[in-house]
């Protein structure tokens, strides 16, 4: 399955963006989905994940009460609605797509066989 990110951008701190992310081949409602963020200097981390059906959805304690994650099988596109924007949250944020699994969520990067290509997102103080 091929990803396409794209919604990231610069936004004062309490504001939001909403990410989208854009799936093409494989059989993207049988996937569970994921969100993973990079800052500068930093390791990969797990930002939320939805099983196929969007009944089920977790989130990094960093995030949670603040973003959400959602998606839509028919338009085979994942995305997350970042509110309450903070500059911590500044990164390059990556969807990502385990095919291996409907209902079990990882947080480990190395569990998500296809990436997007990520987006930028800024958040300003």
């Known amino acids: 399955v091929q990803l396409q990110a794209s919604g990231g951008g610069l936004v004062q701190a309490g504001g939001s963006l909403r990410l989208s992310c854009a799936a093409s081949?494989?059989?993207?409602?049988?996937?569970?989905m994921g969100w993973f963020r990079q800052a500068p200097g930093k390791e990969r981390e797990f930002v939320s994940a939805?099983?196929?059906?969007?009944?089920?959805?977790y989130y990094s304690d960093s995030v949670k009460g603040r973003f959400t994650i959602s998606r839509d099988n028919a338009k085979n596109t994942v995305y997350l609605q970042m509110n309450s924007l903070k500059p911590e949250d500044t990164a390059d944020y990556y969807c990502?797509?385990?095919?291996?699994?409907?209902?079990?969520?990882?947080?480990?990067?190395?569990?998500?066989?296809?990436w997007g290509q990520g987006t930028q997102v800024t958040v300003s103080s």
């Open positions: 990502a797509a385990d095919p291996k699994s409907s209902y079990q969520y990882s947080i480990r990067p190395s569990d998500y066989d296809s």
């Open positions: 081949g494989g059989t993207f409602s049988s996937y569970v």
């Open positions: 939805i099983t196929w059906s969007g009944k089920s959805t």
